[in-house]
């Protein structure tokens, strides 16, 4: 067991899928257009230009930061943040310094394995301008600006993980959530969803001193679009900062990149700390002020989360957990089974006579795809009907069919009456088999029991 214990935060960056870009008119559907040919003045940082807030986007950034849970602060303002690098036409960005949109959010992950829950702390959703976009060719490096100024919403989690497979769930609800919202199509290929961990470890294994001491370095792993990805990048970290801990060494306070095809982390550059952005308001934008009523109608206008609709098929429907988390993945297979169950055409026949939960039958016809969820509600009606109806079998063919299984295995029949009763499966399984499925498997077990005793 590791002597040490990992403190691990996470920033996620999330392209919002607005219509224009966030200071500007240009379209913010950049992904496979001509470099450069999506741009303007604003976005590429001309003199004169002046920024104009995008209002969908302060307000779709509002309901992720409502839906983490989080307070939504009612002044908000944008600063300059500044840094020189080719993909920042301006030498700064506009992003959020002091004053987020949202901070203070507690959201709580369940591990579908163990079904145990974790809180993860929110510290604020803040959004801010894209960069453009470097492409490394050989020797040369070539810039493109399409994506300079699409809305971006930073997530800053607290250090509150402690290993690679709780941050892997986080990401995977959180993406869940992105696109229950509409906000995002959180297309990690096309990097409308980055996540970048910051890592480091501690002596100490008590969470609450471990919190008021955290370790003297971090490092920074940026750009990763895989879960997996994650995973591996911090399991290498672990690794890597562990090695240099023995050795008396601190690990530098460094930014890594994550290479795939290899499985490690590489050096980019020293980590910046906040002081090194020279921070100040952004003088062209006057700050945002939130009444009661407008944050309180951004929040009715929240679907219900999967992890709400989760808790609610356990509680109405006795559904298993495991199979409420597979059913709420996606938004369009959970309402479909929502309109399933609410059919008055279901709710009025007899035709599960032996199953007590209508529902779970629902459920697992969509899970094992029995029935296909791209057909109309009243087709799957008359498919999952006729599944359930009782079976009409010849029980004359069907006694005939069990001798002839019985005949035909002779020595599985010594050895089920020898004590191997677990070969009671295989012969209803030859039985169904013969039977081409048209027969009750508790029937077929039952007339079996009988032959075999």
Known sequence: MSKYTPVIGLEIHVELKTKSKMFCQCDADFFDKEPNTNTCPVCLGMPGALPVPNRTAVEWAIKIGQALGCAINKQSKFDRKHYFYPDLPKAYQISQYDEPLAEHGTFEIQNPKTETSKKIGITRVHLEEDTGKLTHTGKDTLVDFNRSSVPLVEIVTEPDFDNAEDVKIFLE?????????????????????????????????????????????????????????????????LIRQTKLLDKGETPPQETRGYDDKKGITFSQRSKEEAQDYRYFPEPDIPPMVF?????????????????????????????????????????????FFDSIISDKTLQNIDILVKSKNIQNAVANAIINKRIPTSISQEEFLKEFIALHKPIEVDSEKLTQVIDGVIAQ?????????????????????????????????????????AKLQ
């Open 173 to 237: 609800e959180l993406h869940t959530i992105i696109r229950y919202l509409d906000v995002s199509d959180a297309n990690m290929e096309e990097g409308s969803m980055r996540m970048e961990p910051n890592i480091s470890l501690s002596i100490i294994s008590n969470k609450e001193e471990r919190m008021k001491n955290l370790p003297n370095y971090k490092v920074e792993v940026k750009n990763i679009n895989s879960f997996n990805f994650a995973k591996k990048a911090i399991d290498f970290e």
């Open 409 to 449: 295995y002779a020595n599985q029949v010594e050895q089920y009456k020898g004590g191997k009763v677990g070969l009671i499966g295989f012969f209803i399984g030859q039985v169904m088999k013969e039977m081409k499925g048209q027969a009750d498997p508790q029937e077929v077990h039952k007339i079996l029991l």
């Open 291 to 335: 009444v009661d009523h407008e944050i309180e109608d951004l929040r009715k206008t929240l679907p219900e989360l999967p992890h709400q609709k989760v808790a609610r098929y356990i509680k109405d429907y006795d559904l298993k957990y495991a199979d409420a988390f597979i059913l709420t993945r996606r938004m369009k297979t959970a309402q």
